[in-house]
């Protein structure tokens, strides 16, 4: 028996491992050496070949050891606490340009000529009565439709103490000017038979108990606003997810006892709901109405708005816009429409 040795000078060679072969070896160490001697020279060819290294190779022999190209995770420690004081909050730079000659970051207070670039002077803000002069004048100038919507954008601040926030609100007001050529459609629940006739005499459309739900849910009739007395309002349950958020609820006053005041209400009451948060987009009157009617549409709905967080907090209304329907926007002060707070004497 005998072993096939592949020298690097590219000799073969067959070695016998008894010793009645014809080229034998003194002892088995010496079989051995010559056994890695062999190997330790073929190592290179071996492992360009994609063979496995071989641990009894001679330690001197360069090895090709994979790279690593990419970096190790760092660990976290999760028992390390930050302290709370070392944080320091950034505050916001606030800039004064109360008796500077011009504002900051701006070219003047006020552009000379007609035509001029807007971001290089701050935004001017009208007084309303001038905001309104100026969207009649608009209309009369680019020869517009003179019925047409008058919008208000209001961006509220809906902030309150110790990082609470007024919830979104839907509200209905009495406009003392309608703008409506057509009343609502008022939907009255009820199981009371003589409930049911005063609602109908007060003009609502619809009055009945638990039959009107699935004719509602069916689409068989609809309303613009829907009003119930508390002893029906458990059995309205299935109408939720379908009227949603005209549902009859005591915080919209559409829930009570007083059928006729709230039929007076929602046949012609102007609904407006806070959208996106903090912005409130509504119509308020049409251009063609007197000056004095639309502030005074205004003024009702700005009230209205201010009167769902506590005057204490702070003005409501960040910013406030009134546009028609093809003019464009004007920013406007509010502060005018609403009553001033009452200061308490000191004693």
Not at 3 to 21: A, I
Not at 26 to 38: E, F, S, Y
Not at 85 to 98: G, L, P
Request: glycine share 4%.
């Amino acid at each position: 028996m005998g072993v096939w040795l592949y020298f690097p000078c590219g000799t073969v060679q067959c070695v016998s491992l008894f010793s009645h072969g014809p080229a034998t070896f003194p002892d088995m160490a010496t079989c051995t050496r010559t056994v890695w001697k062999v190997l330790a020279g073929c190592q290179r060819q071996l492992l360009r070949a994609g063979a496995p290294a071989y641990t009894g190779a001679s330690q001197t022999t360069p090895r090709n050891l994979p790279v690593r190209t990419f970096a190790a995770v760092k660990t976290l420690k999760k028992d390390k606490k930050e302290d709370p004081a070392k944080e320091e909050k950034k505050e916001e730079r606030v800039i004064d340009d109360t008796n500077r000659h011009k504002p900051y970051g701006k070219t003047a207070w006020a552009p000379v000529d007609d035509v001029y670039i807007m971001r290089y002077y701050p935004r001017t803000i009208y007084d309303i009565a001038e905001a309104i002069d100026m969207l009649k004048n608009f209309q009369m100038l680019d020869f517009t439709p003179h019925k047409q919507p008058v919008y208000i954008d209001l961006r509220l601040n809906m902030k309150l103490e110790k990082k609470k926030k007024v919830d979104p609100f839907v509200s209905t007001v009495h406009l003392p000017h309608p703008f409506k050529t057509e009343m609502n459609k008022v939907l009255v629940f009820t199981e009371d038979a003589n409930q049911a006739k005063v609602a109908q005499e007060n003009g609502a459309a619809f009055a009945g108990g638990v039959e009107l739900i699935q004719q509602i849910l069916d689409d068989e009739i609809s309303a613009d606003f829907y009003v119930a007395v508390p002893d029906i309002l458990t059995k309205l349950v299935p109408l939720k997810n379908k009227l949603r958020k005209k549902f009859p609820k005591s915080k919209r006053d559409s829930v009570g006892i007083n059928i006729p005041k709230m039929l007076e209400l929602f046949k012609t009451g102007h609904e407006y709901m806070v959208e996106s948060d903090c912005y409130v987009r509504t119509q308020i009157a049409t251009l063609d109405m007197p000056k004095e009617q639309i502030l005074a549409n205004l003024q009702t709905i700005l009230i209205d708005v201010c009167s769902h967080r506590p005057a204490n907090m702070g003005p409501f209304i960040e910013r406030a816009i009134i546009a028609s329907h093809t003019s464009e926007a004007l920013w406007f002060k509010n502060e005018d429409l609403l009553p001033k707070p009452v200061e308490k004497k000191e004693e």
